[in-house]
């Protein structure tokens, strides 16, 4: 069955780089049409989204943001990750993980990381 | 980049129907497809609805959607509400390789 998992940090300081890794199984990012996605959720607000990486390693950012983050993939480890520069408080967020599936939807998710940036 | 604009609560009680609206700011929102998500507290996202009025396999059929393109939103209708149903909603869609999510909209049934 497809799973991701997210991991990484749970703090971070201002002004630090946050890098976080989604360990998947169960699909593979190197067939057509997979894509697998970043989605934050600060608390009690709404979902955002942040990148994607498809199968032919393209990368595409928010518009917000892309100047930030970086998007790389090892697919013989079944891994993912993003880089965020600069992090602030205003980034703490539950960090989500997901691919997008054949329908257009993110289809599977992971349970999400809690990243906290302060000092 | 394009907005999607939703009522933040509704409510209504079991056994109703509720109807939440997720508008879009610019562009047509027939030229891309719109997913519905749940996400009960303390839990991921799951798709309720994908290609405007998809469902997943062991989504009841009391979840529908729908487009409107004169009022250029789309919709999540739920009829029989359940206590079970009471969760955020969340909807998405993407234009130019950007995707973007609505605001989403508290469901409380009461």
């Known amino acids: 069955q497809v799973t991701l998992r997210e991991s990484g940090p749970a703090l971070v300081k201002p002004t630090q780089t946050l890098t976080l890794t989604c360990t998947f199984s169960g699909f593979s990012l190197s067939a057509s049409g997979m894509c697998v996605s970043w989605i934050r959720q600060p608390p009690g607000k709404a979902l955002e989204w942040l990148a994607l990486i498809d199968w032919d390693d393209d990368k595409y950012y928010s518009t917000s943001l892309k100047t930030r983050l970086t998007f790389s993939k090892d697919t013989s480890k079944n891994q993912v990750v993003l880089t965020m520069t600069n992090m602030d408080p205003v980034d703490t967020a539950t960090y989500y993980c997901?691919?997008?599936?054949?329908?257009?939807?993110?289809?599977?998710w992971g349970q999400g990381i809690l990243v906290t940036v302060s000092s | 980049n394009f907005m999607l604009t939703q009522p933040h609560s509704v409510s209504e009680s079991p056994g109703k129907t509720v109807i939440i609206s997720c508008t879009r700011s610019s562009g047509s929102i027939a030229s891309n497809h719109v997913q519905w998500y749940q996400q009960r507290p303390g839990s991921a996202p799951t798709t309720v609805i994908y290609e405007d009025n998809q469902r997943p396999s062991g989504v009841p059929d009391r979840f529908s959607g729908s487009s409107d393109s004169s009022s250029n939103s789309a919709s999540l209708t739920i009829s029989g509400l359940k206590t079970e149903d009471e969760a955020d909603y969340y909807c998405?869609?993407?234009?130019?390789?950007?995707?973007?999510f609505g605001g989403g909209t508290k469901l409380t049934v009461l």
């Open positions: 998405q869609s993407v234009d130019s390789s950007i995707w973007v």
């Open positions: 997901a691919r997008r599936g054949i329908h257009g939807d993110f289809d599977y």
